[in-house]
């Protein structure tokens, strides 16, 4: 499979740190012999990306099969559209993605079986570096427990086959030709961050 340069992404399953670690990864940015650094997420900000967040609030119902094929749009929007991460990565910038097509695998291969992620994903080039934030379901759920509004996977049953599915399919996304790290998403955000920050040191990238 074609693989995107400069391309990272990260998973794992609700309130194992993804969003956090985005953030503290930034504030490593600008910095002497850096690349340019673009944060970016899935869903995205945009218009498809908006229509899944109402549906994963509960507020617009769609069955699982609509839910992945808007998963999929959104991320052809990010991917190939204005200012989107083909076009970033091309001109060097390094591209970290809260969630890619893993999310897709591994959520929606629950929730529609594993064939329709696939064939809807398949198209789709695979990042550099995939890093796995790896965190026990219970202590995820305690993490995420007092967040105001729950979102529809966010319940401690489903992100227990989330979490398991995540470690089924590691070895799948490395055949597909990324780098995927496992980082022990127990500990405190800051010794987190060090272990991204040293995964992330080993891209081509990073070595200008
Ligand atoms: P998340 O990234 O956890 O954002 P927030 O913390 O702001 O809610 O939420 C996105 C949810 O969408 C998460 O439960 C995973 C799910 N998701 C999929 O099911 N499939 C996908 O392809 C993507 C990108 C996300």
């Given at each position: 499979?074609?693989?995107?340069?400069?391309?990272?992404?990260?998973?794992?399953?609700?309130?194992?740190?993804?969003?956090?670690?985005?953030?503290?990864?930034?504030?490593?940015?600008?910095g002497?012999?850096?690349?340019?650094?673009?944060?970016?997420?899935?869903?995205t900000?945009?218009e498809?990306g908006?229509?899944?967040?109402?549906?994963?609030?509960?507020?617009?119902?769609?069955?699982?099969?609509t839910?992945?094929?808007?998963?999929?749009?959104?991320r052809?929007?990010?991917?190939?559209?204005?200012?989107?991460?083909?076009?970033?990565?091309?001109?060097?910038?390094?591209?970290?993605?809260?969630?890619?097509?893993?999310?897709?695998?591994?959520?929606?291969g629950l929730?529609?079986g594993e064939?329709?992620?696939?064939?809807?994903?398949?198209?789709?080039?695979?990042?550099?570096?995939?890093?796995?934030?790896?965190?026990?379901?219970?202590r995820?759920?305690?993490r995420?427990?007092n967040?105001?509004?729950?979102?529809?996977?966010?319940?401690?049953?489903?992100?227990?086959?989330?979490?398991?599915?995540?470690?089924?399919?590691?070895?799948?996304?490395?055949?597909?030709?990324?780098r995927?790290?496992?980082?022990?998403?127990?500990?405190?955000?800051?010794?987190?961050?060090?272990?991204?920050?040293?995964?992330?040191?080993?891209?081509?990238?990073?070595?200008?």
């Amino acid at each position: 499979m074609d693989v995107i340069r400069n391309f990272v992404v990260l998973e794992g399953a609700d309130g194992s740190g993804t969003s956090t670690q985005l953030e503290l990864l930034g504030r490593r940015f600008p910095g002497p012999g850096l690349p340019v650094f673009h944060p970016t997420a899935e869903p995205t900000g945009g218009e498809v990306g908006r229509l899944i967040r109402l549906a994963l609030k509960g507020q617009v119902p769609l069955l699982p099969e609509t839910l992945a094929r808007l998963f999929a749009a959104d991320r052809g929007e990010h991917l190939y559209g204005r200012g989107g991460v083909l076009e970033r990565t091309g001109r060097g910038e390094l591209v970290v993605s809260d969630r890619y097509t893993p999310s897709s695998m591994v959520y929606q291969g629950l929730e529609c079986g594993e064939e329709l992620p696939r064939r809807l994903n398949e198209s789709f080039p695979v990042p550099e570096l995939i890093l796995f934030f790896d965190l026990d379901p219970q202590r995820a759920a305690e993490r995420i427990q007092n967040r105001p509004e729950k979102e529809i996977y966010e319940y401690l049953d489903f992100q227990i086959k989330v979490h398991d599915r995540y470690l089924k399919l590691l070895p799948v996304f490395r055949a597909q030709g990324s780098r995927v790290v496992e980082i022990n998403a127990a500990r405190r955000p800051e010794e987190v961050a060090e272990e991204v920050w040293a995964a992330l040191e080993k891209l081509p990238i990073m070595e200008l």
